[in-house]
């Protein structure tokens, strides 16, 4: 079994002959917590709608799990499920908190729906919301049934694209905690897209700089944040580039 | 002047008449009039069903995707929502007529003129562009946002499509109510093609035309309560479905 779960191999987005995205090479190791930082337009979020799928390469080649893609292939169901992503706002369905948590098993046609279900607010800390109305619920959460809707389904991959941006600092530990904990123990790799410098600090094993669609550069934790190689990434630790 | 107030009277007097013997009728269950009522529902019923089968995907196909010609298609169901139904009977009696090109062919498919199978295709043609215009607005209706979402969960495109409707349920139910009811009452249609025969493709409007003719005003009022009452009731149903999701 490869190292990794995704190796990217020139890899191009372009929107009506706009190129939005240039990845050379990009690799995203197996159960490792991968942070893409990087101001508003930089690419991220480009990115990681082409790691789950949801949009196919213009250009370049994506592998995963020993599968490759590339623009003109079609992503079977299967392996496209092993991933899943909370995306900033929580789009929960005009349902139950509980249905919309098993939205996803059901698709699945999985069993004990019920039973999962439960677990899965028991992790976010809303058990005894499961039969309130999901349009009913705070901001906060809202975000944490979005993220029992995905970790109940044991994705391969978590994508997690601004998951806390709107939200208060209680929540923000608790959904930082609650992903942490599921990298921890079943070794689910996280792909987090920020612009907040700190959480990517407190978070990331590995952490890469987008700008202008470009990866600029990519590194361990300690050396991004102490010693970048590039002068923009130093300048975006500082908080000095403008943006 | 005096004459007017007795006119007057005599029309009230009408209606009263009208609305005792609508209660007589159907307390009664009058055969020649269950048989209309009976129709009447069957040819709008089925109606209905082709129109929903027919709508509800066109509808969200046009709200969902774009593509080349999609503006066009959306015009003519515009076009066609505001249709007038004597001109859609024209077009089905013309098509279906024994020199028409349907007409002429042998297919079970195809039905007859005067018969209740070409009612259905009138009311079909005048309800499924309602179906699909109402659909299609409840749809982009929906936050954009969504589809991504259901399909970062691992939706297939069908299970996208269903997702969305489902999220857009109480536009679809008000496009069904809104089918229904330029059916249930409408009478050109049903007139030119249906033929308004006896026992065959009497229906509950064209009993009314009729019955009025022959100045039997008090059973055309009758039969027009019982119209009034059936589309009442299919509204109150319909709504009852709806107020779950509204009150939700």
């Not at chain 1, 480009?46 to 292939?73: K, M, Q």
């Not at chain 2, 109402?134 to 299970?159: C, S």
Request: proline share 4%.
């Amino acid at each position: 079994m490869s190292d990794f779960v995704y190796r990217l191999q020139n890899v191009s987005k372009t929107y009506d002959e706009r190129r939005v995205l240039t990845v050379d090479h990009l690799r995203i190791r197996r159960g490792e917590v991968f942070a893409l930082v990087g101001p508003s337009g930089a690419g991220k979020s480009t990115l990681l709608r082409l790691l789950n799928f949801l949009e196919s390469p213009s250009t370049g080649r994506i592998r995963f799990l020993d599968v490759e893609f590339t623009a003109r292939g079609q992503v079977p169901l299967r392996l496209r499920r092993r991933v899943t992503t909370v995306f900033q706002r929580p789009i929960l369905l005009n349902r139950s908190v509980q249905a919309n948590v098993g939205y996803g098993l059901k698709l699945r046609s999985e069993e004990a729906v019920a039973e999962k279900v439960s677990q899965a607010l028991a992790e976010v800390g809303l058990e005894g919301l499961a039969r309130q109305r999901a349009r009913t619920l705070s901001g906060g959460e809202a975000q944490r049934v979005a993220l029992a809707r995905a970790i109940v389904l044991d994705p391969d991959v978590l994508l997690l694209d601004e998951p806390t941006a709107n939200l208060d600092p209680y929540n923000v530990g608790l959904i930082e905690e609650i992903v942490q904990q599921r990298n921890r123990e079943r070794g689910t790799t996280l792909v987090l897209v920020t612009h907040n410098v700190f959480q990517a600090k407190r978070l990331a094993d590995r952490v890469a700089l987008m700008l202008e669609g470009d990866v600029v550069e990519v590194a361990d934790g300690e050396t991004f944040f102490e010693e970048p190689d590039d002068p923009r990434t130093a300048a975006f630790v500082r908080g000095d580039m403008v943006y | 002047m005096h004459s007017c107030t007795k006119k007057g009277r005599s029309i009230i007097d009408e209606i009263v008449r009208g609305i005792a013997e609508a209660f007589r009728l159907i307390v009664t269950l009058d055969p020649a009039l269950m048989e209309v009522v009976s129709l009447s529902l069957r040819v709008s019923g089925i109606a209905l069903l082709f129109s929903t089968v027919i709508g509800i995907p066109l509808g969200a196909m046009l709200g969902l995707n774009r593509f080349r010609g999609r503006r066009l298609i959306i015009a003519l169901l515009y076009t066609g929502m505001g249709f007038p139904p004597v001109v859609v009977g024209l077009f089905v009696y013309l098509m279906l007529s024994r020199s028409g090109p349907l007409g002429q062919m042998t297919a079970p498919i195809i039905p007859d003129l005067f018969t209740p199978g070409a009612m259905v295709v009138a009311q079909t043609i005048i309800s499924f562009p309602l179906v699909a215009g109402f659909t299609m607005a409840a749809v982009m209706g929906v936050d954009p946002a969504l589809r991504q979402q259901v399909q970062a969960l691992g939706a297939t495109p069908w299970q996208t499509t269903l997702a969305i409707l489902v999220e857009a349920r109480i536009g679809v139910i008000v496009s069904i109510i809104a089918g229904f009811g330029s059916i249930i009452s409408e009478v050109g249609a049903v007139m030119m093609v249906g033929g308004n025969i006896e026992g065959s493709t009497r229906m509950l409007t064209t009993a009314i035309v009729l019955e009025t003719r022959k100045g039997n005003f008090d059973l055309a009022m009758a039969i027009g309560v019982i119209l009034l009452a059936i589309s009442f009731a299919a509204n109150l149903i319909m709504q009852r479905l709806q107020g779950r999701t509204v009150d939700e």
